[in-house]
Nanobody
């Protein structure tokens, strides 16, 4: 089992920045990637970003150029730096972990609200 603990959500004005963090513990040898997705009210869940153990990253088109995912291997932690935030970025953000074939581990979710 892998446990994921998220932190860093909150309220920010449009154009502002926020960083989310996700710390993994447990059987981390069983995973080779971590990432974030989000769920906004009335919208489908959206994959936001992911990073593999090798450092390969991927982003949703809606966040390319604004969000950056990175990892601290020594701390088994993944960070999502979110810049130039927009109203439509408001959502609950979930950290996940798994492999190329499945993502069985999820965090509890952290709320990000972009509002003036």
């Amino acid at each position: 089992q892998v446990q994921l603990v998220e932190s860093g959500g909150g309220l920010v004005q449009p154009g502002g920045s926020l960083t989310l963090s996700c710390a993994a513990s447990g059987s981390i040898f069983s995973i080779d990637r971590m990432g974030w997705d989000r769920q906004a009210p009335g919208k489908e869940r959206e994959l936001v970003a992911r990073i593999t153990n090798a450092g390969s990253t991927g982003y949703a088109d809606s966040v390319k150029g604004r969000f950056t995912i990175s990892r601290d291997n020594a701390k088994n932690t993944v960070h999502l730096q979110m810049n130039s935030l927009k109203l439509e970025d408001t959502a609950v953000y979930y950290c996940y972990a798994g492999t190329s074939s499945s993502y069985p581990y999820w965090g509890q979710g952290t709320q990000v609200t972009v509002s003036s």
